[in-house]
C-alpha cells in the first residue's frame, strides 16, 4: 500500500490532467443529460422498489443496492453524472500508467476514449440511474489490473476488486481480461523474457479465477440470505452458470463471437459510417504495424513472438467474451471492452519513441494516430448529443400523449382516480400516433439500445405504471399484465378503434380499457 501512495504522490501532476480532461470531453458530450433528467423506458424507476432490488440480486449484481444506499438511492442526474465522470477520470489515469502513456495529447485522447463511447453513451440515454455504478464496475475491474500489476500479493487485491466489479456489473470482467492481455503483449515487445511472460501471465490467469469464484461464493451467501433464485430470464445469469455452453456449440460459438465485434468495427452502422470504418481500419494497420516494428527493434524471440500472436488474435475474443460467456445474449451496455482497441493502438505506437527504424516519423505518426481517436471522440460526442435530443423530443410527445389519455380517462363517466381498475392495451410505441423522427434514424440500428422507440413508456404495464405516478405523480391502479392478456383476446377490446378514436378509451365490464394498438 506504501508503494501505491508513492506512486499517486508521484503522479499529481497526471491525476490533476487526467481528471481535467476527462471532465471537460464529458460534460461537452454528456452535459445534457446530466443537467436535464431525461428519464424514459428503464430509467423511469427513477427510485429501486423491492422487487427492484430483489431482480438485481437475482441477475447476480448483489453490490447495487450497498452502492446506492453509499450514493443516495434516487437517482439524481447532476450527482449520478458527477460521480460517473470522476470514476472514469480514475479509471483514465490507472490505465494511462498501466500502459505507460506519456505523451500529453496521447493521453488526451485516452481520456475522451474512455468517457465518449456507444456503452457510455447508451447508458446515459437511458439508463442513467446506471451510469455511475456501471463506471465504479469500470473502475474496480481496471483497479484489480493495477493491482496485480504493481503490488505485492496484487493477485489477490486484484481478485477483491474483480468479486466488486462482477457484484455491481458483470460484464466489466471481459475490461480486466482484456487489459491483462495488452499488457502481456507489453511485456513480449519489450524483450521479456519468455518466463517472464508465462509467469506474469499465471498471476493474471489466477487473480481473474480466484475473483469468479470469490464472487460465486459470495453470491451463493447472499442468495441463500435472501432467499433470492438466480433468474433464468432475459440477462439472467442462471442462464451462463447453467452449463448450457456444450462443446459441440463452442466452434459457432466462438466464431459468432469474433465476428460480431468485427463486424461492429469495420461495417458501417448508425454509430459509425463508412469514415469510422476507414479509421478503425488504420487503427488495427497501425496497432499490427507497432506490435511488429517493436518485435523487429528489440529483437524478439521466436517463442515470444509466437505468444504475442497468439494474444494478438485472442484480443477480440477478450474483448467481446461476454459475448461467448451469455452464448450471444448481448447488448451495448455489456462491451465498453471493446473500445479499449483505440488505447490499445496509442499505446503500441508510444513504444515507438524508443524505436529508430522509424525515429524521424515518431511525432507525425503520434498526431495522425491521436487525431484518429480524437475523430472518433468527435463522433461519438455528436452522437450523444443527438441520442439527448431524441430522448428529450420523447420525453416531451410522452407527456402531450399522456395527458390528453388522462383527459379521456376523467371524462369517463364513472371513473373514479386512483380506485377504477385500468388496462393499456397495446404499445404506444405502435400506435398510430408513433412517427419515426426524421433525422434520427442512425438511432434506430441494431446497436442502439434503448434509442429505438418514439415514446419514453416502452414495454410493459410497469413501464406505464412508473411514468404516471412518478413522473405525472398522477394515481392510476392499473390491472396486471395477465389481465391485460386476457382483455386483449375478447372480442368487445378486438373490435375496439385505437386511440385517439372515439370508443378507444372504455368501460368492459368493470375495467376501464384504453387501446393504443392492435394484439
Not at 431525461?38 to 453490490?63: A, M, Q, T
Not at 451510469?131 to 493491482?147: G, P, R, S, T
Not at 487485491?157 to 457484484?167: E, K, L, V, Y
Not at 481480461?177 to 521479456?192: A, E, P, Q, Y
Amino acid at each position: 500500500m506504501k508503494k501505491i501512495k508513492s506512486i499517486i504522490v508521484q503522479d499529481k501532476v497526471l491525476i490533476c490532467r487526467t481528471l481535467l480532461f476527462t471532465f471537460i470531453i464529458g460534460l461537452i458530450a454528456h452535459g445534457y443529460a446530466f443537467f436535464n433528467g431525461l428519464f424514459s423506458h428503464d430509467s423511469l424507476k427513477v427510485y429501486p422498489d423491492k422487487n427492484e432490488i430483489i431482480w438485481h440480486i437475482s441477475l447476480g449484481r448483489f453490490l447495487q443496492e450497498p452502492y446506492r444506499i453509499c450514493r443516495g438511492e434516487l437517482a439524481a442526474p447532476w450527482l449520478i453524472g458527477l460521480m460517473s465522470l470522476l470514476w472514469i477520470s480514475v479509471t483514465a489515469y490507472l490505465i494511462i500508467k498501466l500502459l505507460k502513456i506519456k505523451t500529453v495529447i496521447m493521453q488526451f485522447a485516452t481520456c475522451g476514449i474512455l468517457a465518449v463511447n456507444l456503452t457510455t453513451i447508451s447508458i446515459n440515454a437511458t439508463y442513467m440511474f446506471y451510469i455511475d455504478i456501471f463506471m465504479f464496475a469500470l473502475l474496480m475491474a481496471v483497479l484489480a489490473v493495477f493491482f496485480v500489476e504493481k503490488v505485492k500479493f496484487g493477485i489477490f487485491w486484484g481478485a477483491i476488486f474483480i468479486c466488486i466489479s462482477m457484484g455491481l456489473y458483470q460484464s466489466f470482467f471481459a475490461v480486466a481480461v482484456t487489459l491483462f492481455i495488452m499488457l502481456s503483449i507489453d511485456h513480449i515487445v519489450r524483450g521479456d523474457s519468455t518466463k517472464n511472460v508465462i509467469k506474469s501471465g499465471a498471476y493474471e490467469v489466477g487473480s481473474l479465477l480466484l475473483g469468479g469464484i470469490l464472487y460465486m461464493v459470495l453470491l451463493r451467501i447472499v442468495l441463500k440470505y435472501t432467499n433470492v433464485d438466480l433468474s433464468n430470464g432475459y440477462n439472467g445469469i442462471a442462464n451462463v452458470v447453467s452449463g448450457k455452453i456444450t462443446v459441440d456449440s463452442i466452434p459457432k460459438l466462438i466464431v459468432s463471437t469474433y465476428t460480431y465485434y468485427l463486424n461492429f468495427l469495420f461495417k458501417p452502422n448508425g454509430y459509425g459510417g463508412k469514415g469510422i470504418v476507414i479509421i478503425n481500419m488504420l487503427c488495427v494497420i497501425l496497432l499490427i504495424g507497432s506490435f511488429i516494428q517493436l518485435v523487429y527493434k528489440n529483437k524478439v524471440g521466436k517463442v515470444n513472438i509466437a505468444i504475442g500472436c497468439f494474444l494478438l488474435l485472442l484480443f477480440p475474443f477478450a474483448s467481446n467474451l461476454t459475448y461467448f460467456i451469455s452464448q450471444g445474449m448481448v447488448h451495448m451496455l455489456m462491451v465498453y471492452s471493446w473500445f479499449l482497441i483505440y488505447p490499445f493502438a496509442l499505446f503500441l505506437i508510444e513504444r515507438q519513441s524508443y524505436a529508430k527504424l522509424l525515429e524521424k516519423y515518431q511525432v507525425p505518426l503520434k498526431v495522425f494516430s491521436c487525431m484518429l481517436v480524437g475523430i472518433m471522440v468527435w463522433n461519438g460526442v455528436i452522437y450523444a448529443n443527438g441520442a439527448y435530443l431524441k430522448k428529450t423530443l420523447e420525453e416531451k410527445s410522452t407527456l402531450s400523449v399522456a395527458t390528453r389519455v388522462l383527459e379521456r380517462i376523467e371524462a369517463t363517466d364513472g371513473y373514479v382516480a386512483g380506485e377504477t381498475p385500468v388496462a393499456f392495451v397495446g404499445n404506444i410505441n405502435d400506435s398510430v400516433l408513433s412517427v419515426t423522427r426524421e433525422g434520427f434514424e442512425r438511432y434506430t440500428d441494431t446497436y442502439s439500445i434503448g434509442m429505438t422507440y418514439n415514446y419514453g413508456i416502452t414495454y410493459g404495464i410497469g413501464m406505464a405504471e412508473k411514468y404516471f405516478s412518478v413522473q405525472l405523480g398522477y394515481p392510476i391502479n392499473f390491472v396486471n399484465q395477465e389481465e391485460i392478456g386476457s382483455l386483449s383476446q375478447s372480442d368487445e377490446v378486438i373490435t375496439m378503434p385505437c386511440f385517439p378514436e372515439v370508443g378507444s378509451v372504455k368501460f368492459v365490464g368493470n375495467v376501464l380499457v384504453v387501446k393504443f394498438s392492435q394484439g
